[in-house]
């Protein structure tokens, strides 16, 4: 099985893959292994860079990750640094030149993975790691096309990553959706174990998902220089995380007070969401202590750019949870919330209508024992019923509930199935109905 079921199933499904990470995982998962380099037979093909042969079907040697010569094409040497290239290239992978015998097969037969994408590239850094946004002169014309990106340094190899950033051999490997030709990705520093700072290659690639257990389409590649300023942190996530950190403790901090119901849902959401090892854990103890003085404004923009592909109202349902955790919602986290919304790109008019959805819409005390009244009311089969239908044990904690839900509600959503037959949309809305009234069941538990 691939390196993508194992690697953007978790966190970084939800985190830089939002809903495709977990939609297509396990199905590229055995295709995109062939892609990087596992099984198969056909030619053999000596690499370039190593001599060690590999089956002229792999696109990258098994070695050391050196772009192998399959397309065929004659050696050229590149006018800028002169290292032997294959001619089907467009640019030098040693420097980044251009080839003056660049070809592309265009006959039914050609290895598309070969193709040189025209694809632009705006990088927007900041002090923990890299901004990107590939944006190509030709949209794929797959809805649900994606990208992946590679690390590789001035020799052409692979560079290391560390989980979620990580393929099955080590190597750094980040998944992001395609959508009108835009693919936009956050690289931490942190996790990109590169053995020098200073400039490295960024190997972005092109596929559509498979049909069935057949490898994805690949549809191209280009290649770009990105600088590498630091080295791998032991502390990257929580770094990396640190924007979410100060939103939600902007909503603990509202009312004047630290709950600390509050406080234990922000730590088991990190926790478990992002899978916090116990050391990233005391770092995350830190970061919740520490009131910094950026606006609202500011962190939900920085938020947006670290996790690109987090959905605004599951960033919105989280505040909500945090808020709720206590048994009270006060005016002034309300008002946080709302202006998260706004900047996240709610139109104000919305406002209504979500704080509804978010159940925001009663504020001040609860009455006593209305959850538990809530929750006493359903016989014990119907709460394991609703424990079996959001597939999670008994005694979940809310993170592990709410994360099982939002997983759900990215596979029964109805843009997910707007396409398909009414007998298929029929039998989501069902689904749909049976998940939002088991999360409500076990949430009031």
């Not at 420097?95 to 097969?105: E, F, I, Q, R």
């Not at 257990?213 to 280009?222: M, Q, R």
């Not at 209305?370 to 709460?383: F, V």
């Amino acid at each position: 099985m691939g390196w993508i079921g194992k690697a953007v199933g978790g966190a970084i499904g939800f985190a830089v893959g939002g809903p495709v990470g977990a939609a297509i995982g396990v199905g590229i998962g055995h295709g995109v292994d062939a892609v990087a380099g596992e099984g198969g037979n056909a030619g053999i093909v000596a690499c370039p860079s190593c001599g060690v042969e590999n089956a002229s079907k792999f696109n990258f040697c098994k070695s050391c990750g050196c772009k192998l010569w399959t397309a065929g094409g004659d050696v050229v040497a590149c006018p800028a640094c002169g290292v032997a290239c294959n001619s089907n290239f467009k640019f030098c992978l040693a420097c980044g030149a251009d080839l003056p015998h660049y070809s592309v097969k265009t006959n039914e037969q050609s290895d598309l993975s070969e193709v040189q994408l025209e694809c632009s590239l705006e990088f927007n850094p900041d002090s923990v790691g890299q901004y990107c946004i590939f944006k190509l002169e030709k949209p794929i014309p797959y809805s649900d096309a994606f990208g992946t990106v590679h690390i590789l340094d001035k020799n052409e190899k692979f560079v290391g990553g560390k989980d979620p950033f990580q393929n099955s051999d080590g190597a750094f490997m980040g998944i992001m959706p395609l959508q009108d030709g835009t693919a936009d990705i956050y690289l931490p520093f942190g996790a990109i174990m590169n053995d020098a700072i200073g400039t490295h290659f960024l190997l972005f690639e092109v596929f559509s998902p498979p049909a069935g257990e057949s490898d994805p389409v690949p549809h191209g590649h280009v290649v770009f220089e990105i600088e590498l300023p630091q080295k791998a942190s032991n502390r990257w996530k929580v770094d990396w995380l640190a924007p979410l950190i100060e939103v939600c403790m902007k909503v603990v901090r509202a009312d004047g007070k630290v709950a600390p119901e509050e406080v234990r849902l922000v730590k088991e959401y990190m926790t478990q969401i992002f899978e916090l090892a116990s050391e990233d854990v005391t770092q995350l103890k830190i970061a919740m202590k520490t009131n910094k003085s950026n606006s609202l404004s500011n962190i939900v923009a920085e938020l947006m750019q670290r996790l690109p592909n987090m959905h605004p109202m599951d960033l919105l349902e989280l505040l909500a949870d945090i808020a709720k955790s206590d048994g009270e919602v006060h005016p002034k986290e309300v008002e946080v919330i709302h202006e998260v919304a706004l900047v996240a790109g709610m139109e104000p008019d919305m406002w209504s209508e979500i704080r509804e959805v978010l159940g925001l819409h009663q504020v001040g005390k609860q009455r006593a024992g209305h959850s538990n009244t809530r929750a006493s009311s359903a016989g014990h089969h119907d709460i394991q019923h609703a424990y079996d239908v959001l597939g999670i044990a008994p005694g979940a904690t809310k993170a592990e509930i709410t994360a099982a839900y939002r997983n759900l509600v990215s596979d029964y959503h109805p843009d997910r199935v707007a396409n398909l037959p009414k007998e298929f949309k029929d039998v989501a809305h069902e689904k749909m109905t049976q998940i939002n009234a088991a999360y409500e069941m076990l949430k009031a538990v």
